[in-house]
């Protein structure tokens, strides 16, 4: 297919390589323009100076942005992506953002005889990399029919949830699990160091019990090292975070540890670790 691919972060950039791997024909736009052509450099392709541009005569167009308000530039305006779209053709946004944008965002493309799927990922920078995120998608049925086969360049797993805004929902769900576990797996390993516990043994058996995460597996030992130079920011997490709490305030849904988890995390950045991973919570135990 014809695409096109909006923003190139540590994640877009190698999505949209995965694209041109997998046989389509990628267009890619990104604010700092020096970044899109690096892209082109390294993938071929080409690289256009507008989101409107880079739409132009795409049969899908992805985004992968920081935020709501990021999400709108690109795609609203004379040079946004909307303007340059063809009826009939499919915007995929990867962007983690709130449910009401890609409510709003919906409703704005199908006035214009456009189509609109919300389809944020998990996986991280190595899931980008290597191809294997896992994709919620919002949207209709034909729609995500029409895309997956694309999406699959760089998913293990892509799921259609329900209608628009219920990939933004259930991101939200899976960045709850995850802080309410990081915290848990924290407060387990600084436990067990003080408690003169070998970490590397002590993983290796509890891992193959019910105590078994991917958090486990891939942060437990790198946490107690003091190595947090991995993919996800801790920023990036607490942008997150605020999002699930703003909607449990709609949806009366409560969420205690999670918003502890969020606090937790506010200290974390007071103490410089706004670009550490988001497994730096043991910092707050292990330096206090």
Same mark, same amino acid.
């Given at each position: 297919?014809?695409? +096109? ?15 041109? =791997? ?12 020096? =970044? ?11 690289? +256009?100076?507008?989101?409107?541009? +880079? ?8 985004s992968?942005?920081? *935020?709501? @308000?990021? %999400?709108?530039?690109?795609?609203q ?9 063809? =009826?009939?053709? #499919?915007?995929? @946004?990867?962007?983690?953002? !709130? ?13 214009k ?16 990399? *290597?191809? =294997? ?8 049925? /034909? @729609? ?7 999406? @699959?360049? &760089?998913?293990?797993?892509? /799921? ?13 769900? *899976? ?6 576990? /990081? ?9 067990a ?17 019910? +105590?078994? !995460? ?19 920011a ?5 942008k ?24 937790? &995390? ?12 988001? !497994?730096?919570? #043991?910092? %707050? %135990?292990?330096? !206090?």
């Amino acid at each position: 297919m014809k695409t +096109a691919f909006l923003g190139l972060g540590v994640m877009g950039f190698p999505m949209a390589g995965h694209l041109k =791997k997998g046989g389509h024909e990628v267009t890619v736009y990104n604010r700092t323009q020096a =970044k899109a052509q690096k892209w082109v450099e390294t993938h071929g392709g080409t690289a +256009a100076a507008t989101p409107a541009e +880079a739409a132009k005569g795409a049969d899908i167009v992805f985004s992968c942005v920081g *935020n709501d @308000d990021d %999400l709108r530039s690109i795609v609203q305006g004379g040079e946004g992506a909307f303007a340059g779209m063809s =009826k009939g053709a #499919i915007f995929v @946004d990867h962007t983690t953002a !709130s449910a009401n944008v890609a409510r709003d965002l919906g409703e704005v493309a199908k006035g214009k005889g456009l189509h609109f799927l919300d389809a944020p990922v998990s996986g991280g920078q190595a899931g980008a990399e *290597n191809g =294997k995120l896992t994709v919620m998608v919002g949207g209709g049925q /034909v @729609d995500f029919d029409r895309a997956k086969p694309v999406i @699959d360049c &760089y998913a293990r797993a892509c /799921v259609l949830l329900g209608p628009v805004g219920s990939g933004q929902l259930a991101k939200m769900v *899976n960045q709850i699990c995850i802080a309410g576990l /990081v915290q848990g797996l924290a407060e387990g390993m600084n436990f067990a160091v003080k408690a003169g516990l070998d970490p590397a043994k002590l993983v290796e058996t509890i891992s193959k019990g019910a +105590a078994q !995460s991917w958090q486990m597996e891939n942060r437990a030992l790198t946490m107690v090292a003091d190595k947090f130079d991995f993919g996800f920011a801790v920023d990036w997490m607490r942008k997150d975070l605020g999002i699930c709490l703003e909607e449990a305030k709609r949806n009366g849904a409560r969420l205690p540890v999670t918003a502890l988890v969020d606090q937790f &995390y506010a200290q974390v950045q007071q103490r410089g670790g706004k670009r550490w991973d988001t !497994s730096s919570l #043991i910092h %707050l %135990l292990t330096h !206090s």
